[in-house]
């Protein structure tokens, strides 16, 4: 079992750049760690994933060379920048753990974060 909690969500405008922390209450290296948004009336989407030792990682198409995730699992904790930031990064943030390999759907990650909100101004 592992509680994820998420923080560094904000206001900010377009072209800005923010950094997401999610810190768990356990061990994370043995867990795939990802990160999926939800925006207003929209599906959760996945945005990008990391493996456990660091070395892989994959990212959403719409968010390709702009946000990059990382991990430093001295201190269970994993990062999502965010640069470039546009009104359609708007959403609430989730962090997510699973055992075993990457994945990119919702219904693949055992455990979940609340979420932080960021909302991009025009």
């Known amino acids: 079992q592992v509680q994820l909690v998420e923080s560094g969500g904000g206001l900010v405008q377009t072209g800005g750049s923010l950094r997401l922390s999610c810190a768990a209450s356990?061990?994370?290296?043995?867990?795939?760690m990802g990160w999926f948004r939800q925006a207003p009336g929209k599906e959760r989407e996945f945005v990008a994933a990391?493996?456990?030792?660091?070395?892989?990682?994959y990212y959403a198409d719409s968010v390709k060379g702009r946000f990059v995730i990382s991990r430093d699992n001295a201190k269970n904790t994993v990062y999502l920048q965010m640069n470039s930031l546009n009104p359609e990064d708007t959403a609430v943030y989730h962090c997510?753990?699973?055992?075993?390999?990457?994945?990119?759907?919702?219904?693949?990650?055992?455990?979940w974060g609340q979420g932080t909100q960021v909302t991009v101004s025009s």
């Open positions: 997510a753990a699973r055992p075993g390999l990457l994945a990119t759907t919702r219904a693949e990650y055992n455990y």
């Open positions: 990391i493996s456990q030792n660091g070395g892989n990682t």
């Open positions: 356990g061990r994370t290296s043995v867990y795939v």
